[in-house]
């Protein structure tokens, strides 16, 4: 357990910021710091498509850091940690009035690329830490629940700090948003001292390591051609079915859950007519699904990815249907009767809204071992990287997206009061974006086969072909299971020097 706490204290920055910057900078920005709806969404935007260049970027220095003394010395995943802790203080300069719109642009910019670094060298390290099913579920549950701690107690803590500082000056928004990122900064320290990772030996730079093999100059030409079998690699990814799947699942879930995060504030202040303070309140619903952690591990044991997925959109689904029955009552009912409901239809929703969280980061760890009986290579680092990438792009485009429908129907944060049309756009944006998405999900979900059982099925042909078992001798249930995973013929799995 100590060593999924080390793990898994980082988490406390990688799930913990995007709650920050979801819940308060937007509002924080168009109401202290000059800005309209627009130009706050668009900044974040094209901040995060910048994020998904660098995550490509840092995914094949992160793979590559062995080849240099540097890496050799500190490490290739936890010399990224280790820079990013300090580096992290800078984002301090987001929560202050008064600065141009061009200094927190690119300080936006400086906030997401390190976001990146983090995620690009933290995701690979369970693979790396252990390569049993039990310790990759055990280190994804505690990382998962001091994630979802993270979400839990900001939102929960910034009401409390609002709620004696008051909405209307920026100095309790400061406090509170300056002191977590402290915070965050002494968690990726702590992830930095109390993880490992392969040796250079392990990871294939043994040559390196022996001063057998040294790097030297490199020209245009063959920069260039480098470049080029990079982009192939990730490209290569995708020829991976199960993958794909896992893919769209999860870019929707946390697409989804950007949005969500973007606008919920404004939806209980303007739509339910409540405060800030409440809706961070009600963020800290999410404290529901923290006893439930240990059973969502099961579940996922137990009945896999598919029927757990099944699950979850549904709870998902009625929860979106809580929210909007909050919103049609808000005004209809005596107060009371009102906020019962609210607190109870948004503890139903996290609970769920949690597992979203859970799934797609418990599933990702198989992928690799997918792709690895079909390439003999395990590039954790690489489908970490196109992961992240395609999330931050997508992300970036919705968050231009949403601030595009929100200015189209007369949304501005800075009015006490909006119109009808901007309230009911809110709430298309929050609870139509979420809703759909979920839908489109559980349909995709319901052909995944990974597993338990399918898994251990790819890592035992992979123990029996490393030990030079031939092809033709594979079993007919081995091989319809691999074909399914890889969408593959079996015949062009484990090839000589990889894809």
């Known amino acids: 357990m100590r060593q999924a706490l080390g793990y898994g204290i980082g988490d406390f920055y990688g799930g913990g910021q995007l709650t920050l910057i979801a819940t308060y900078l937007s509002l924080f920005w168009t109401r202290f710091c000059g800005m309209d709806i627009a130009t706050s969404q668009s900044v974040i935007g094209?901040?995060?498509?910048?994020s998904a260049v660098a995550a490509l970027l840092f995914g094949v220095l992160d793979d590559n850091l062995y080849r240099y003394d540097v890496g050799r010395r500190f490490g290739r995943r936890r010399l990224l940690l280790m820079l990013i802790s300090p580096l992290l203080l800078t984002g301090v300069f987001l929560w202050v009035p008064g600065l141009p719109l061009a200094a927190y642009a690119g300080m936006y910019v400086i906030w997401v690329v390190l976001a990146q670094v983090f995620a690009t060298a933290y995701n690979p390290l369970p693979g790396e830490m252990t390569t049993d099913f039990t310790g990759r579920t055990k280190l994804s549950t505690v990382r998962l629940f001091i994630s979802t701690g993270a979400a839990t107690l900001i939102p929960l803590a910034g009401s409390a700090v609002l709620s004696v500082t008051g909405e209307d000056r920026p100095t309790g928004y400061m406090i509170f948003t300056i002191a977590t990122t402290v915070l965050f900064a002494l968690a990726v320290f702590a992830a930095w001292r109390f993880t490992w990772e392969l040796t250079p030996e392990q990871a294939g730079f043994g040559a390196y390591a022996r001063g057998e093999v040294r790097d030297g100059h490199i020209g245009l030409a063959r920069w260039m051609r480098r470049a080029v079998k990079v982009l192939r690699e990730y490209a290569t990814t995708l020829d991976v079915k199960e993958f794909r799947k896992h893919l769209a699942i999860y870019l929707m879930i946390q697409v989804s859950m950007d949005v969500f995060g973007q606008t919920f504030v404004f939806f209980v202040v303007f739509d339910w007519g409540s405060t800030a303070a409440f809706a961070s309140l009600l963020l800290g619903c999410a404290a529901v699904s923290l006893p439930l952690m240990p059973l969502f591990g099961m579940g996922m044991t137990k009945l896999g990815p598919r029927r757990m997925y099944a699950i979850n959109f549904a709870g998902c689904l009625s929860g979106v249907a809580g929210l909007l029955l909050v919103w049609v009552?808000?005004?209809?009912?005596?107060?009371p009767v009102?906020?019962?409901?609210?607190?109870?239809?948004s503890?139903?929703?996290?609970?769920?809204?949690?597992?979203?969280?859970?799934?797609?980061?418990?599933?990702?760890?198989?992928?690799?071992?997918?792709?690895?009986?079909?390439?003999?290579?395990?590039?954790?680092?690489?489908?970490?990287?196109i992961q992240a990438s395609f999330r931050q792009l997508f992300s970036g485009l919705a968050t231009i997206l949403v601030g595009v429908v929100l200015g189209a129907v007369g949304f501005d944060a800075t009015r006490s009061v909006q119109s009808p049309t901007a309230r009911i756009g809110v709430g298309a944006v929050l609870l139509g974006w979420f809703g759909v998405s979920m839908i489109l999900c559980w349909l995709i979900s319901a052909h995944l086969r990974i597993d338990k059982k399918t898994d251990g099925m790819v890592l035992s042909e992979i123990n029996r072909l490393q030990s030079?078992?031939?092809?033709s001798a594979v079993d007919n249930d081995t091989r319809r299971t691999i074909e399914k995973l890889t969408g593959m013929p079996y015949d062009q799995i484990w090839l000589n020097g990889g894809r």
């Open 468 to 471: 030079g078992g031939r092809k």
């Open 46 to 50: 094209m901040s995060a498509l910048v």
């Open 347 to 385: 503890l139903w929703f996290f609970a769920f809204k949690s597992l979203c969280g859970y799934l797609p980061w418990a599933v990702f760890p198989y992928m690799a071992d997918v792709d690895q009986v079909v390439t003999r290579r395990y590039r954790s680092a690489t489908f970490s990287a």
């Open 338 to 345: 009102w906020t019962v409901v609210a607190v109870a239809a």
């Open 329 to 335: 009552l808000a005004g209809r009912v005596p107060g």
